[in-house]
């Protein structure tokens, strides 16, 4: 080297190991933290997508935690459901038992009606009782809430889930394009002649009876007689302008009178009649109906309706629903889709029943159908409803348990998995290939060390350009 001022050697060594030392730093840093991005400058692009995995996986651990909680809460509500349903069975026995009338004495039905008050009395207790975290479930707090339901068009409305936008309500439009109809058939031939006496079989859907007429007997009469086994076949009779007409006193397909004639002459216009199902959809689709109880079930709304005799033809009506329902957030972000809500009714002895026969409450001492009114039949078929009702609610809780949040649960646990890897792929660094780029960044950096001793003591052989002069 002949110039000193600018030792170019040198400087080229200095910048090879600035850079050496920076790959070695940078490989320290990566085995010391366990991240391949430690700063944006390690690798922008893959600050970015490991950034947003982590709020994923963030989001998908609070989605999971979230419908633990919810499992937790419908478990508590099943416990309390699953002695309700207990207690409403002690119920039935207790109704079957007191219409035993001519075997019991009015001592043991006062007794079985203290046991029949402690039961509602509990029935309510449990429900006013089961909560999580102070938060009641039995008792309607986590019903939905309606307004602008017409009680002339519309009977026991139940929600059982509807998805409400936030602060927002939904409307609900039922109409009827066809009505439902009786089973129904009839006798025009008037009055029997006066040697015609006749006996008749009828049958309807809660069962067989026989009766007869003697000859000569009128419609007004043979209705009469008809109406009197009612409660026995389900079939009823009217005078329609001196016809005689038998109805089954439930409306749909599933309905239906028979009348066979036995002895006599009389020729009804129809051996048997079958009833018909209304025809109905709800917000423009279709919905499933039998008689007049209309359901209808899709991915934001499930809701049962009772169909007013007022409503029984062709027409509209709606209702909204305001709010209510239990709530839970099983995605990991905040959307409309990934919410799931369920309705928990009230089992309250005010609530398990219906319009149509009565509530539960109404089996109490001194009232309508207690076990000493005389109306057990009533009050079987309360029981039997409220049982229904009960049992329904314990199945759609238990579906929403297993397909909705067990489902969800195990949904979430493989996308973390996945989310968790990519992120790894991403940020985490590769010990193996690492410890191998340090141990060159190493041998590189002491080579350079080297080089630049070396470049710097190079300006020295201009002395010997000196000294030979």
Known sequence: MSRINTNVTSLIAQRVLRKNQNQLNTSLERLGTGLKINSGADDPAGLIASQNLLAEQTGINNAVANAQRATNIIGTAEGGLSEVSS????????????????????????????????????????????????????????DYTTTGVSTTNFSNVKINAARLPDNQSINVVVAVTQSARTA?????????????????????????????????????????????????????????????GLYSTGFGADKYVSLTTQNGTFVPTAAKAVGRDARVTVNGAAATAKGLSVSYRSSDLDVSIDLGTAFNTAGNDNFSITGGGATFGLSSKVTEGGKASIGLAAVTTGSLGDTISGYLSSLGSGMTNSLSSGNLVTAQAIVDK??????????????????TLNSTINSLGVALENASAATSAIQDTDFAAETSNMTRAQILSQAASTVLAQANTAPQSALTLLRGG
């Not at 008037?190 to 809660?206: C, F, M, R, S």
């Not at 076949?233 to 302008?241: D, K, L, P, W």
């Not at 009960?390 to 238990?398: D, F, M, N």
Request: net charge neutral; charged share 10%.
């Open 184 to 244: 129904t058939l009839g006798y025009t031939g008037g009055t029997l002649g006066a040697g015609n006496a006749v006996t008749l079989e009828i049958a309807g859907n809660k069962g067989t009876e026989q009766v007869s007429f003697a000859g000569g007997a009128t419609v007004a009469q043979m209705v009469t007689g008809i109406n009197s086994l009612k409660n026995a076949t389900g079939v009823s009779a009217v005078n329609s302008s001196g016809d005689l």
């Open 87 to 142: 207690l409403l069975t002690e119920l039935q026995g207790l109704t079957t038992q007191a219409a035993n009338s001519g075997g019991m004495s009015a001592d043991e039905i006062a007794a079985n009606q203290l046991q029949v008050d402690s039961i509602l009395s509990t029935v309510n207790r449990v429900a006013q009782s089961t909560s999580f975290q102070g938060m009641k479930l039995l008792n309607g707090n986590y």
């Open 386 to 403: 409220s049982i229904t009702q009960v049992s329904q609610l314990r199945g759609r809780l238990g579906a929403f348990q297993k397909f």
